[in-house]
């Protein structure tokens, strides 16, 4: 008569796998915990391009302008706009500066007036 052996522990191919999965889980967790500088330099940019448009196009602006902003990490945020008036444009010049270090790319926008 045969006798029934359990078998108690693991193969050596299951270690393999959850060895795998767990090293995986590992990676993608440290890669979204700790950002790089690139991808911190272009979630900056992004952000302070964005906080531009939304000064230029939704605020009236007829002089040069200081405007701070706060964003939701608690970092503080100006956006320097300047005002160029000729007789037949306005032009305004908007950049946001990042805790006074961190600039991003200045955006310009432009009305023309016909003359009468």
Not at 58 to 74: E, R, V
Request: aromatic share 10%; glycine share 6%; with cysteine.
């Amino acid at each position: 008569m045969k006798t029934k052996h359990s078998k108690i522990g693991s193969t050596l191919i299951e270690v393999l796998v959850s060895f795998a999965i767990l090293t995986s889980m590992g990676v993608f967790t440290v890669g979204f915990l700790y950002r790089n500088s690139i991808t911190n330099k272009a979630w900056l940019n992004n952000y302070g391009q964005e906080l531009s448009k939304i000064v230029l196009l939704g605020t009236p602006i007829t002089n040069d302008t200081l405007i701070t902003h706060t964003d939701d990490s608690g970092f503080s945020w100006e956006t320097i706009v300047t005002v160029i008036k000729d007789a037949e444009e306005s032009c305004y010049r908007a950049t946001s500066v990042r805790q006074k270090s961190d600039t991003t790319r200045t955006l310009h926008y432009c009305i023309y007036r016909a003359v009468k």
